[in-house]
């Protein structure tokens, strides 16, 4: 993940930003169906716009579990769609631990409204091209993910 | 972090009443109070005055206080005895057309903080 | 023998098999082009121009919320009549299930269906019959089709519609049974008709339905000669002439067989119920939560489900657009005739394998997506253009108010990058976006709203909260306030007493904001009630409060 801005298939455009709220569980998801809505606008095949659903919703759900809130950017270039999710939370520790399958630090809560699988992730690693996560303890995270069509 | 006196008379297009001599000092607190009273119980060395008043109970309280100089808002214009007292105590003394409101609100938006910050401990 | 749902007639290439929706209609003359069906419309397909609503017919998806709607009787409805039915030599009523709720609680399902034959039918099919027999096959496909999670149930035609224009990656999880109604017109003309000894072409199939949309056919190629349903006959249409015959009937045949599965089908949950099914099933009725359910499903969730059964009609076919009973007695009644026959199907359990076997429940061709064409073709393209779209949408007021003919500005300003409506029918348009200085210039906020803002809390006056914000004053000299203040600014302040109330309410200040963690005094904060203005308290000290007050841009201070 070099260059921020260019993919390979040409410059990346901004072309939405989106707002999540930290522990709000009613409204969790909903970033994800409406960057799943604006791509199937732009075109999107749908194995590429599943990936993507997906990508954003585990993004997304992280953001308002553990994140306390934070942001998603679209970027737009064609033949690919960047994710870049950043939140403003206390960072992941240790990263490897949190990339392991069924590892959650998920309080007894939120597992008991279904999430916490520790799956979220691995996930997002399945299904994106490539994928980069920026994070320190106290200093927030920023995930930044591309699904090539 | 935070900004020297000179920086400051740029940004709040200050003139320079007395003390210039104390202008490389580095602020990065400030206190906008009308009332001496308190801003001798909460102040800190370290910390800029911006006030309405311009009188001599301005001066001795920035004295008294350790205090890095003192803005006077509202073009108001201070008695030539305030400006010898403050060159004597080596207080820069600063005034601005800004108000209270703008002046305070520049500052702010520059990275000068208020004086609470320093008093309370740091949010784990 | 070939597997059932295998068959080679599946692997038919499908031809366009939906026709576009047809069967709601401006009428023009009764049209006033109000925007009430514009707005009403789920898929944004009407538009409003010259005094006329006009539907268009590749965004249309014939739910009917249109003709819910208009107050001025200006849909059409495209369905049969009664004489159409009766002009063939011989004409078979297909009586749905929900027919059995519209007569109140003293008319049986019996009654009705030798009410159907008395008004000129010369015989009548309980389509609740078939759809028992129907479950079963369902659940039999989904047996055999483990990998399909869920399987989303085939009846609803404007579903099935939605999917194929709007969510194609889902046609694979429609269940490939032929709807119900489809099975008995098909049945009826392919083997009945000869079984009574009549001419196929003398032969009338209509289905007595609550919706007109139920006419669509996807299983219809378009090269065949004859669709297997003559035409689709809604209940207000009949009603009048059932209800008369209703009352002077005598019941001297039982025709009615059926159990409360296959009756249940008139209502939302009635198929997902009787569909037996291991695993999860789920009914779900209303477009919007069809909606939700078809995005949240197209996004790889709810995988544990096996079976969807969603209709867009609240409540089920018996709150279809063209019901007569109000659809909460409706459903009491449905309810009721369903307690009464009992849940255990009566279908001949090994005459129903034999069919199913036979291949008689499956599709003939497959659907083909129809999928809303994307922004553009090319996708760099489709890029430009969405950015165009944002970027107009920042030049309009985005209060959905209907002037330009468009259902809200969001859909208007796709209309204009897409070639279809030019650019001035908006009358509220700005010629450009406004400068970043004009935004430095700020904004106007409500007291509440800097409440919520600077996390303060309300001391007193809260009547005065809707009140609106210019600017702010910091000081804690009574006298300078007084000099310079203007109205509507908030006064950031670490006096307490009653006489800032005073001095606040004669320069007409929006509110007062104590700073440093204090407390106003009682006789401020009644004073302020009365006044009516707002006292506000903040933990900040006066400078950090002033600088985040400044940071706002509330409009321009001095």
């Not at chain 1, 799956?119 to 591309?146: C, K, S, V």
Request: proline share 6%; hydrophobic share 45%; with cysteine.
């Amino acid at each position: 993940m070099t260059d921020p801005k260019h993919s390979q298939q040409g410059p990346l455009q901004l072309v939405q930003t989106f707002t999540i709220k930290g522990d709000d569980f009613a409204a969790a998801g909903s970033v994800s169906l409406a960057v799943k809505r604006l791509l199937k606008e732009v075109g999107f095949p749908p194995d590429a716009l599943r990936r993507v659903a997906i990508t954003a919703f585990e993004a997304e759900m992280n953001v308002v579990m553990y994140g306390g809130g934070g942001e998603v950017e679209l970027l737009l270039a064609p033949g690919t769609a960047r994710l870049v999710v950043r939140d403003h939370g206390p960072g992941i520790p240790d990263l490897d631990l949190a990339m392991q399958e069924g590892w959650s630090t998920a309080t007894a809560a939120m597992r008991e409204m279904g999430f916490g699988a520790g799956m979220g992730l691995p996930n997002i690693r399945r299904n994106a091209t490539r994928f980069n996560i920026d994070t320190a303890p106290g200093q927030g995270t920023t995930l930044t993910a591309d699904i090539d069509i | 972090m935070g900004l020297t006196l000179h920086q400051i008379v740029e940004f709040l297009e200050a003139e320079v009443l007395a003390y210039p001599e104390g202008l490389d000092r580095v602020v990065t607190h400030a206190q906008g109070s009308d009332l001496m009273s308190d801003v001798l119980a909460f102040s800190h060395p370290n910390c800029l005055l911006i006030t309405g008043l311009a009188n001599h109970q301005v001066i001795r309280t920035a004295e008294v206080a350790g205090l890095l100089g003192v803005v006077v808002v509202r073009s108001k214009r201070p008695a030539e005895a305030v400006i010898i007292l403050a060159q004597e105590c080596e207080v820069p003394l600063l005034s601005t057309r800004l108000g209270m409101f703008d002046a305070c609100g520049t500052l702010f938006s520059r990275g000068i903080r208020g004086m609470s910050d320093l008093a309370r401990p740091r949010p784990r | 023998m070939p597997a059932p749902w295998d068959g080679a007639a599946m692997a038919n290439p499908g031809s366009e098999l939906i026709q576009p929706a047809r069967h709601y209609s401006i009428d023009p003359e009764a049209c006033i082009g109000c925007v009430l069906c514009m707005k009403a419309c789920p898929v944004k397909a009407i538009r409003v121009s010259r005094g006329l609503a006009q539907i268009r017919p590749d965004i249309c998806v014939d739910c009917g919320m249109c003709y819910r709607v208009c107050p001025h009787d200006a849909v059409r409805v495209a369905s049969a009549k009664l004489e159409d039915a009766l002009r063939f030599p011989h004409s078979v009523a297909i009586a749905h299930p929900a027919l059995f709720s519209q007569f109140g609680y003293d008319v049986t399902p019996n009654q009705v269906l030798l009410a159907l034959k008395r008004i000129g039918f010369s015989d009548v099919i309980d389509l609740s019959w078939v759809c028992e027999m129907s479950s079963v096959a369902i659940a039999d496909y989904l047996h055999s089709h483990p990998e399909i999670t869920p399987g989303i149930s085939a009846s609803c035609p404007v579903v099935l519609r939605l999917i194929a224009q709007r969510f194609p990656s889902l046609l694979p999880n429609v269940v490939p049974v032929l709807p119900s109604r489809l099975l008995a017109a098909k049945t009826l003309k392919t083997r009945l008709a000869g079984r009574y000894g009549w001419r196929q072409d003398e032969l009338g199939v209509f289905l007595i339905s609550p919706c007109p949309a139920k006419m669509i056919a996807p299983q219809d190629p378009v090269n065949m000669a004859k669709p297997y349903l003559d035409g689709v006959i809604c209940f207000p249409d009949v009603y009048s002439a059932l209800f008369r015959e209703l009352r002077t009937l005598e019941e001297d045949q039982t025709i009615f067989k059926s159990s409360g599965c296959g009756l249940a089908w008139g209502a939302s949950g009635g198929q997902a119920e009787a569909v037996e099914v291991a695993g999860y099933t789920l009914a779900v009725a209303g477009f919007s939560e069809v909606l939700g359910i078809l995005e949240v499903l197209e996004a790889g969730r709810l995988t544990e489900l096996r079976f969807v059964e969603a209709r867009v009609c609240l409540d089920g076919s018996l709150g279809g657009p063209l019901t007569v009973e109000n659809r909460y007695r409706a459903k009491s009644v449905l309810a009721r005739v369903i307690k009464q026959h009992g849940t255990q199907s009566r279908v001949d359990r090994a005459r129903l394998r034999n069919m199913i076997d036979q291949g008689a429940f499956a599709w003939e061709y497959k659907i083909q997506p129809m999928p809303t064409p994307p922004l553009a073709e090319e996708p760099a393209e489709a890029i430009n253009r969405l950015q165009a779209i944002n970027e107009l949408c920042e030049r309009l007021p985005m209060s959905e108010c209907g002037v330009c003919g468009a259902p809200d500005c969001a859909t208007f300003a796709e209309d204009v990058v897409l070639g279809r409506s030019p650019s001035d029918r908006c009358p509220f348009i700005k010629a450009s976006k406004e400068p970043k200085d004009a935004q430095a210039k700020g904004r106007v906020m409500t007291v509440r709203e800097l409440v919520k803002e600077l996390k303060l809390k309300v001391a007193a006056g809260k009547t005065g909260l809707g009140r609106e914000v210019r600017g702010g004053y910091t000081s804690d000299l009574l006298s300078d306030v007084m000099a310079h203040a203007e109205a509507g600014a908030v006064w950031v302040t670490i006096q307490a007493h009653q006489n800032v109330v005073a001095v606040a309410v004669l320069k007409d200040l929006a509110a007062v904001i104590l700073a440093g963690g204090r407390k106003f005094e009682d006789d401020a904060l009644s004073k302020a009630n009365q006044e009516g203005l707002p006292l506000l308290t903040s933990e900040d000290n006066a400078f950090t409060l002033t600088g985040k007050l400044y940071g706002l841009r509330v409009l321009p201070s001095k």
